[in-house]
């Protein structure tokens, strides 16, 4: 246990231990949303901000300073070591990150280095030293990576897709290849995981954003053996480990059998269901659904409580949006949810 820590909160929720108040976050906290972030980024482009690790650390702090949140996300992009084992990519203004040149073959995936971590992306573990320092112990800090199978995704699709058929293809073309691919993904992330945490990060969080569109058989196959092993190495370096999903509900048994602490889910699995499962075995962060922060304060503060409800009583609950916040919510809005939360929570941890 860290003791320098002020704010306890979100790791005691991480373990299950009681809270006086649910702990709060927003995934994408440090975003277009906030006229702030937008300041820095009228400067430098995002794989800049990414890359430098003073603003990647003002931005980081954003949310903290601006928000009250529980605890901060490191700035930064799961792309980032996928850029680091050699396939270029590229933000756009609207279509998000491109490959320019996706997987295509077997020849490039020979090509794909597996790094030495700290040489190739030594501005990450800058920025956690840094964002330690600056935060003084006000809250603790989240580290992440890209799950193998969902940065594959990017990797073989070349950008955000809408149904996956390429990778799918190759799931039932060339399942060993696909295999190659995501077992040296997994050598990298696993690396990739440990030094943040040896930087300092004291939680990490694994987005497999896209492996909810996957069936039992696809993910027992092509994402869970990854997961288990990168949660294992998480677990080894002594922080709690998060799981998110976009659409994981069909998968919860699967998805706690990971090892995870903790098992964010987006707005449509029932929170209530899902501890009734499996709250002996896991935490639960999630999950309002994130236009909900469109509606007028009422609004938000009554669907706040329905979802503190559905947990009930008791530790074992972060509360957060089902997916990243959109760039056109009001800051007030966000700024309300989070006081709705901490106002309306201290009935459960009586
Ligand atoms: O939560 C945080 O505040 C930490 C920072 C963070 C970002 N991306 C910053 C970002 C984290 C944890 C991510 C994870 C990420 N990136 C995921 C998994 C989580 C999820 O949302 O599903 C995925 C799939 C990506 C890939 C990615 N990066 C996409 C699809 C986009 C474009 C989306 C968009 O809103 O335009 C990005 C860019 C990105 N990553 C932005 C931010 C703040 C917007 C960049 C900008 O300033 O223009």
Redesign the pocket.
């Known amino acids: 246990m860290n003791k320098r820590i002020k704010n306890e909160r979100f790791l005691k929720a991480c373990r299950k231990e009681p809270v006086d108040i649910t702990p709060v976050w927003?995934?994408?906290?440090?975003?277009?949303y906030m006229k702030e972030?937008q300041a820095i980024?009228a400067k430098v482009d995002?794989l800049t901000?990414c890359k430098t690790p003073d603003l990647a650390t003002e931005a980081t702090l954003l949310?903290v300073n601006l928000l009250d949140v529980d605890v901060a996300?490191?700035?930064?992009?799961?792309?980032i070591p996928v850029e680091a084992m050699g396939l270029e990519v590229v933000?756009t203004?609207n279509k998000?990150?491109v490959f320019p040149s996706p997987i295509r073959n077997q020849e490039q995936i020979r090509k794909l280095t597996t790094p030495r971590i700290e040489e190739r992306t030594p501005f990450v573990f800058d920025a956690i030293r840094k964002i330690r320092k600056e935060l003084e112990g006000r809250v603790p800090l989240i580290g992440?990576s890209?799950a193998p199978y969902?940065l594959a995704t990017?990797m073989i699709e070349g950008e955000?897709s809408r149904n996956f058929n390429a990778i799918k293809k190759w799931m039932y073309q060339s399942p060993t290849l696909l295999h190659e691919l995501l077992e040296k993904t997994t050598t990298t992330v696993m690396d990739y995981v440990r030094a943040q945490v040896e930087a300092g990060a004291e939680t990490i969080?694994i987005?497999d954003?896209?492996a909810g569109a996957l069936s039992g058989d696809e993910y027992q196959f092509f994402s869970f053996p990854y997961t288990k092993r990168i949660i294992a190495e998480i677990k080894k370096s002594g922080v709690p480990a998060i799981l998110?999903l976009?659409g994981g509900g069909l998968l919860l048994e699967r998805l706690v059998a990971t090892g995870a602490d903790v098992i964010s889910l987006d707005w449509r699995t029932d929170l209530r269901i899902a501890r009734e499962q499996f709250g002996n075995k896991v935490a639960f962060q999630g999950n309002l659904e994130p236009c909900v922060l469109y509606g007028d304060s009422g609004t938000i503060r009554s669907e706040v409580k329905k979802i503190l409800e559905k947990f009930g009583k008791g530790p074992g609950h972060i509360f957060n949006l089902g997916?990243?916040i959109l760039?056109d919510t009001p800051f007030e809005n966000a700024k309300e949810m989070i006081r709705a939360v901490h106002e309306e929570s201290a009935i459960y941890h009586k």
């Open positions: 927003i995934m994408r906290q440090a975003g277009r972030y980024r995002f901000l949310p996300i490191l700035f930064s992009d799961i792309l933000f203004e998000g990150p992440f890209g969902t990017y955000t969080q987005f954003t896209w998110y976009n997916h990243g760039p």
